[in-house]
């Protein structure tokens, strides 16, 4: 056996150059670590002349994905090219060439994830992942590992960094969304096209890829329900302020008896909560379980060096299962049917904003709405508008079934004393006064 | 082989129920994990007689240690019976007769975790003890595992639950320290002696096995500097709040060119540091990395079931281990000599409160004083005090080396304008105006 390990690097953007970087400053602590040197033999460019931040020799880049996919000598492809069906070939070339993969690619691994593990098993390599999700935040081995004994129930997720950073600004800062997402784009946190952040597509790809680990199943990625923040108002967050709630993009999964939901929706949370406050661009991972209860883990989501780490956590990983003779034997394979819950089956607290005629008999007329369909409220909060006569109210309900809070949301806009309803959002976690 | 693992526990209380309870509720799911049943087959007790709230048949107990430590089909001791010189027999016989271990006890760790774990290499055996560390939270795996290829900088946790839950009773309740120790025991999450918790003694042993790990080096218990909480009064904590500062007891452990700090000790915490939001019972480790950065774990410290799940999650590690047959091979040894620092080369931020003749040129002495010193101040917050012509002054300074804080206090006491130094405490993360 050579004395050392061989890595192949698809791509040298932002990651790339992260693990590049790392491999070079950290060498003397991974040869501690796993007992032998690891190096970078060679990277897949799109153009080898292009000007780059790190120094590296011209030698070592290629333009032909062959040169890395088939060179005997490589033991380990780093993906960190991103997109779906060229990286997808990349990897499948890869494991068929009995060489590990290590990804920072959340879209695929939500999309092909089953998939590819599969083709991982079958060749007795490494697949791993941990960059994919929350970035520089172990997740993915703190749940399969350190949680490897309980039964997880929930799991809520704040892992999107961009939107993160957008909903702080407008909380904090009482800029509008339009503002704040012009903020995140001049420092770089939101790209031009801001669409897969701000929608919550980003952040239903990792929810997919946690849920599948967290529950042993595979959701797929149209399982989980999306809507994202741009129609998030500062009006809805300072009441927020008033009520004890912080406005989040958050990924949920919950399962109870076998039947799950994974949603991604900007949700208020009652300050007391781990995730409300999480703030900029960092990411957080809640994690009920069973046993253990409530577990939070906290980092950076993005940026070069902390996905880096992510990806170089599960090379060491590789490698030690390569010095092991281990390799393709920790993957959790799924082993539940996915049942989805129905709307009867999903409970949550919810925030409604109105606007009303303010006239006599108007709120008790929403009062009996509520009553009929058996929702109590847990807190109301009324304001005159100074314009056409109008009072704004704000309703949190306690517990109800998403099915019922449909029929009020419905019932809300066909009553003719509300002039509009305004916004609908969900609660989480128990407000105390 | 046999198609089952064998579990020998030592101990049968609050843990030890909890590992029982989890094995017994968990076997389908631990089957999928580790492909073979766990079973306790027998646990040593004090007293086999002994009411129970746990379901468990006599002919499992015992009161010879023997019968656990000498038995050839005991694959893995779990030892939760707590002190230090008996358990220490019991895992070095355990190891001696080539059977895993794993321990919750952080005292023994703390003591002698080196010493174990070359016994434990010598006979090819794991010993693991993520348990001995806030509770549920997986954080040596984390550090080990999740941040491998990282070089950690800094490491501040809040490792016990007791203290914590004290301060938040004190700060959000305005209850006495003498209060809310008595809610604390009347809780259960103090005990009837709360020396070693509200002494920092039981962080302290948290903090070395931390250090250790996160630093590679031999951190020895009686290198972490330890001040308690018993001395913290709601009027400091009043104070913190009007400063945007919160008061947590902090083990901190840093490390600069190889010379490393470790302490426990009351801390004010800008409100904008992730451990400033981690609220009564509650653990968390904030790791600062020098690629990942700011990251922080999160959960419950302590408890039967939290607790066990720590030790299953050592039992499936074990467990895969032995399947594949590499037990023994995953423990990290020192690499590093251990360097302490000195006073004037460890640095930080001081809170200083003190009564001060309220005198034409009283102040601008306590400036010329700390000007002498080169200290600069971040925040001054001055209040006349009704009685005795007093005025009382709070300092938040700028970084300094522990030295000028040292002769400042000195100083500070020695100035004849000055009635008291009230209380001196160290500042952590910057305020935001």
Chains 1, 2 share one sequence.
Do not use: W
């Amino acid at each position: 056996m050579k004395n050392y390990v061989s890595i192949g690097l698809l791509g040298l953007g932002t990651v790339g150059s992260g693990v590049v970087q790392l491999i070079k400053n950290h060498q003397e602590d991974l040869i501690h670590q796993v007992g032998c040197e690891v190096r970078v033999k060679s990277i897949l460019v799109r153009d080898v002349e292009k000007d780059r931040d790190i120094q590296i020799g011209q030698t070592y880049l290629t333009t032909d994905a062959n040169e890395v996919l088939q060179d005997p000598e490589i033991d380990i492809v780093v993906e960190v090219i991103g997109g779906v069906e060229e990286a997808r070939e990349h990897i499948i070339q890869a494991l068929e060439a009995k060489k590990h993969v290590v990804t920072a690619n959340k879209d695929l691994i939500a999309l092909h994830g089953p998939e590819l593990q599969k083709k991982a098993i079958e060749n007795n390599c490494d697949l791993f992942f941990e960059a994919s999700v929350a970035g520089g935040v172990p997740i993915l081995r703190g749940l399969s590992e350190g949680l490897s004994s309980d039964r997880i129930q929930k799991l809520m997720g704040i892992v999107n960094g961009t939107t993160n950073y957008i909903l702080t600004k407008m909380d904090e800062d009482g800029l509008s969304y339009e503002t704040a997402l012009k903020e995140a784009q001049d420092l770089g946190f939101a790209e031009a096209d801001p669409t897969a952040d701000v929608e919550g597509l980003d952040a239903a790809r990792k929810m997919a890829i946690l849920a599948r680990l967290a529950f042993h199943t595979n959701v797929e990625l149209e399982d989980v329900e999306v809507s994202g923040i741009s129609n998030v108002s500062v009006e809805d967050l300072n009441y927020g302020q008033k009520l004890g709630l912080k406005m989040k993009l958050i990924g949920h999964a919950h399962i109870d008896n076998q039947q799950l939901e994974v949603s991604v929706q900007p949700t208020f949370l009652a300050k007391s909560h781990p995730l409300a406050a999480v703030k900029n661009e960092y990411n957080a991972v809640y994690v009920n379980g069973e046993a253990v209860g409530e577990t939070m883990f906290y980092g950076p989501g993005a940026g070069s060096l902390p996905t880096a780490t992510a990806v170089m956590a599960d090379v060491v990983a590789v490698v030690k299962n390569m010095r092991l003779g281990v390799n393709g034997k920790s993957v959790v394979a799924p082993r539940f049917e996915r049942v989805l819950k129905t709307p009867d089956q999903r409970f949550g607290k919810h925030y409604f904003r109105l606007h009303l005629q303010d006239e006599v008999g108007a709120f008790s007329k929403i009062t009996s709405l509520f009553n009929e369909l058996d929702i109590s409220f847990e807190q109301i909060l009324q304001t005159p508008l100074s314009k056409d006569e109008l009072a704004e109210i704000i309703i949190v309900t306690h517990r109800v079934s998403m099915e019922s809070s449909q029929k009020a949301l419905m019932e809300l806009r066909d009553l003719p004393v509300v002039k509009e309803v305004i916004s609908h959002y969900s609660v989480e976690g128990d407000v105390k006064k």
